[in-house]
């Protein structure tokens, strides 16, 4: 059996200039992509007992059980717009022009080929 060693030492993190890319590396995540990330770990906590169910997770998040059915909405979105819109970053500049309330009217839709469709109607920022 070989010996074990452990080493330890400062690490500083720090950036250097800033980010062109508008990505996760730049640190600048869009609120409908938290909002997205925050209805699957809503989902998952719910799916594995964790929390009895969405009027709970409404309770423990400070928050009004419609609010939480809007944020679960995003649920139902097409796997493939759930993953654009997590990976959405926010523009550069101002303000994001999508806000939640632009995206329930899609999320009522059980058609994914319509949801794909209404979703490429958006506006582009």
Known sequence: ???SATVESAV???????????TLASGRVSRLAR????????DELVRSGQVKNFAELARL??????????????LQL???????????????????????RL???ITAVLCWREQRRRWRQLPTP
Request: net charge positive; aromatic share 4%.
């Open 1 to 3: 059996m070989t010996p």
């Open 12 to 22: 500083r993190f720090h950036r250097r200039g800033r980010e062109v890319d508008n």
């Open 35 to 42: 909002l997205m990330a925050l209805a699957l770990r809503c």
């Open 61 to 74: 998040g400070h928050v009004s059980r419609a609010r939480m059915s809007q944020i679960m909405s995003l």
């Open 78 to 100: 097409a796997p493939a717009l759930q993953e654009e819109l997590l990976f959405r970053g926010r523009p550069e500049h101002g303000r994001d022009s999508w806000h939640l």
């Open 103 to 105: 995206l329930l009217p």
